[in-house]
């Protein structure tokens, strides 16, 4: 009996010391060699280190594998993971720590071990870039992404490898041709805010939407003219005054001499407000802690970045620059609050300062982390805010 023991704790010893050969792992009733090793293979792969990812028996984990996936990835990838934790911007899959979902563990026919092509790994994702342009971008066309983007994670929210204009001067690198044409210092303008990165069906891949009077070609409208800063643009634009005139409002003078350039492009861009991005970019520009403020909560309202769905983007005479009061704003989707739970409304005084209750002395719409958007536990905390008898 004690020898038929001694014969299989030899043999399991035996298989596990061939595990992590790696030869355990290829025999020949086991996993072929063949159909894991396809190009070129993950170094541990190569040199038969089965062990550093899989146990040989059991695991907690799928695949058997030692640990959560990304946890192994930056085992070995400590620096990137170093250089992720410092980054303003992390590409999403990074973000939710899914390193698999571009690479293959094992082996493949493509660089860095992707599953596919660069283009078509990148395409897989960002499907609304296979459109094609009249004009493109020659590393577009190529299928060059990694020219431009880094893969992992960026300053910038766009994932390019550098700020904008050193990106763009690294291959186009006649600045007198480029100034001549710019007539400007060309060193304070941004390549990106006129010109698509991908492709365009105008000539210099422009963007779609002109300025009028670019379009034109009327520059002394706006450049041989004593007028200046939001007086510029309202000699033309005069009934947008309106918008502006409300005790809240969007006039950042102290942002830009003009404080429409802080949101408006004045020769190009995308959509007929000649916006320099999508509104909830342009947003986060600025108020950069609501971003913040939504990424720690475990409560978001919905379609919280659609910012212009409650806000009014010049001017309000309501805080926030709501489109109507704290109320009237809700209850354009929530349309039987306030007739049947907590009162609200102008005779409904908040005790804290005087101010009218609405849906937001009690909901916070950008993020908590109490259920219904509360702004603090509806068991007691919030209610004893006011209800200090109770």
């Given amino acids: 009996m004690r020898r038929l023991w001694l014969l299989v704790i030899l043999a399991v010893l035996g298989l596990a010391l061939r595990v992590q050969a790696g030869q355990g792992c290829f025999g020949p009733k086991c996993h072929s060699r063949?159909?894991?090793?396809?190009g070129q293979p993950h170094q541990p792969v190569a040199s038969e280190q089965c062990d550093k990812c899989h146990f040989p028996h059991v695991s907690r984990y799928k695949y058997l594998l030692k640990a959560p996936q990304t946890e192994i990835?930056?085992?070995?990838?400590?620096?990137?993971?170093?250089?992720?934790?410092?980054?303003?911007?992390?590409?999403?899959?990074?973000?939710?720590?899914?390193?698999?979902?571009?690479?293959?563990?094992?082996s493949s026919t493509h660089k860095a071990l992707l599953k596919k092509d660069i283009k078509n790994m990148c395409f897989s994702c960002h499907k609304d870039l296979q459109?094609?342009?009249?004009?493109s971008h020659l590393p577009f066309t190529k299928g060059r992404c990694l020219s431009c983007h880094d893969p992992h994670f960026s300053q910038d929210r766009r994932l390019i490898k550098m700020e904008s204009n050193k990106l763009c001067?690294?291959?186009?690198?006649?600045?007198?041709k480029i100034a001549k044409i710019h007539g400007e210092n060309i060193n304070r303008v941004e390549c990106l805010s006129c010109h698509q990165p991908h492709g365009s069906n105008k000539k210099g891949i422009l963007r779609p939407i002109s300025h009028?009077?670019?379009?034109?070609?009327?520059?002394?409208?706006?450049?041989?003219?004593?007028?200046?800063g939001v007086a510029l643009c309202l000699q033309c634009h005069n009934k947008n005054i309106n918008s502006f005139?409300?005790?809240?409002?969007?006039?950042?003078?102290?942002?830009?001499?003009?404080?429409?350039?802080?949101?408006?492009?004045?020769?190009?861009g995308d959509t007929k407000d000649l916006l320099k991005d999508k509104p909830k970019y342009l947003c986060e520009s600025c108020h950069f802690q609501v971003k913040q403020q939504r990424a720690k909560s475990l409560y978001?309202?919905?379609?919280?970045?659609?910012?212009?769905?409650?806000?009014?983007?010049?001017?309000?005479?309501?805080?926030?620059?709501?489109?109507?009061?704290?109320?009237?704003?809700c209850v354009r989707c929530h349309k039987t609050q306030g007739k049947f739970t907590h009162p609200v409304g102008e005779k409904v005084i908040d005790p804290r300062n005087g101010q009218p209750i609405t849906c937001v002395t009690c909901h916070e719409p950008m993020g908590t982390n109490f259920k219904y958007n509360l702004r603090l536990s509806g068991e007691?905390?919030?209610?004893?805010?006011?209800?200090k008898n109770y």
């Fill in 245 to 268: 005139e409300h005790f809240h409002n969007h006039l950042l003078g102290s942002c830009e001499e003009n404080a429409c350039l802080v949101c408006h492009n004045p020769h190009v």
């Fill in 380 to 387: 007691a905390t919030l209610c004893l805010e006011c209800h």
């Fill in 300 to 329: 978001v309202h919905p379609k919280c970045d659609q910012c212009t769905n409650c806000h009014l983007t010049h001017g309000s005479d309501h805080p926030a620059m709501l489109i109507n009061g704290g109320n009237e704003t």
């Fill in 131 to 135: 459109t094609k342009f009249k004009y």
């Fill in 34 to 38: 063949g159909k894991i090793i396809k």
């Fill in 73 to 106: 990835c930056f085992s070995c990838h400590k620096k990137i993971k170093e250089d992720i934790s410092k980054a303003s911007f992390v590409h999403k899959p990074v973000a939710e720590k899914s390193c698999l979902r571009c690479h293959s563990p094992h």
């Fill in 169 to 176: 001067f690294s291959c186009h690198k006649d600045r007198n």
């Fill in 212 to 228: 009028k009077p670019y379009a034109e070609k009327n520059c002394k409208v706006c450049h041989q003219t004593k007028k200046r």
